[in-house]
């Protein structure tokens, strides 16, 4: 078993969503309906997939120029990310990422799968035009930010999406910031991009993890979790905000992994996808988890529920 906060979140939205893509969605499997749960879940809808093509161009273009000190362009990550975007939608649209043999390996930084090509929509002039829109603001907000560039350009060691992972009651817990970089030899520094419109949530839990991620991982022996500056960056929205940590929030990062783990082995201990009884496991709360699933379909046939249940409304334990 592996744990991420992204599984957790997963488990925690609806415990049939989070079986469905842990333990049901294989690429390898024979089985056409294990095979078919790993293409859904795939699938991501515009808001996210424009976030997806920044955090490439991020971990990339503008990695790149980071570690050879050169000047960030916002027009060349522009059209880095323009030329990307388009790549990805034509692969999308042709439905490529359902051919035969296909995997991410193969197709390379094109794979992608979008929930409205999948839905038989069409890329359109107007979602071009929006893209276009949110590469340019995302771009300009970034170099608009001038104290925040001073700090990553004075670091060394950068590295975007390192896998920092550590063992917790024996099994492996896994987080990805975005960007880590070092001051000094005691210093780190670590970014979460974000891409998002709306007023968001509470993303301090999430920065705490990657601090107790990083004290843990071995990478750096000695560190302390006061010498960690973590920064939330929302590129769309154009802000910045710092969050500092200390031993005691990363000893209550420590405790909420350690519980969710506990809470997650009750879930997967001995679950096969062969024998899997779902009316073990406890659905959504909220419609809107539903009504944003990309395995709603295949959960409501498994459910013996009418496919064309789309807006069913699910409490805990039971879907009408």
């Avoid at 992608?112 to 771009?139: I, M, N, P």
């Avoid at 539903?290 to 409304?313: D, G, Q, W, Y």
Wanted: hydrophobic fraction near 40%.
């Amino acid at each position: 078993m592996k744990w991420s906060y992204s599984s957790h979140n997963a488990m925690r939205r609806c415990q049939l969503q989070f079986v469905f893509g842990q333990v049901i969605a294989s690429h390898n499997a024979r089985d056409p309906e294990r095979h078919e749960t790993y293409l859904l879940k795939q699938l991501q809808r515009l808001p996210a997939w424009r976030g997806s093509v920044v955090h490439k161009v991020l971990a990339t273009v503008f990695l790149d120029d980071l570690r050879h000190g050169r000047e960030i362009s916002e027009v060349a990550l522009y059209r880095a990310a323009q030329e990307l975007a388009r790549k990805r939608l034509t692969f999308s649209q042709a439905g490529k990422y359902r051919q035969p043999g296909m995997t991410k390996a193969r197709a390379g930084d094109g794979y992608s799968a979008l929930w409205e090509h999948e839905q038989g929509r069409a890329t359109t002039s107007a979602d071009l035009a929006e893209l276009d829109g949110v590469l340019a603001a995302c771009f300009g907000n970034l170099l608009s930010q001038a104290e925040l560039l001073r700090e990553l350009r004075s670091g060394y060691g950068h590295r975007a999406e390192p896998p920092l992972s550590f063992l917790l009651d024996g099994v492996s817990v896994k987080a990805v910031p975005d960007l880590l970089l070092l001051q000094s030899d005691v210093e780190l520094t670590i970014v979460d991009w974000k891409v998002g419109e709306s007023g968001g949530g509470d993303y301090s839990r999430q920065l705490a993890l990657y601090g107790l991620a990083a004290t843990r991982c071995g990478w750096w022996p000695g560190l302390r979790a006061e010498d960690i500056r973590l920064y939330e960056v929302n590129l769309l929205k154009n802000s910045v905000i710092e969050h500092r940590i200390g031993t005691d929030v990363v000893e209550e990062a420590e405790d909420f992994v350690y519980g969710s783990i506990v809470e997650m082995r009750g879930l997967l201990e001995g679950a096969r996808a062969e024998d899997l009884d779902l009316s073990d496991y406890d659905v959504a709360r909220s419609p809107g988890t539903c009504a944003l699933c990309n395995f709603r379909s295949m959960c409501a046939a498994r459910l013996e529920l009418p496919e064309a249940h789309p807006v069913a409304e699910p409490i805990q334990g039971r879907m009408f």
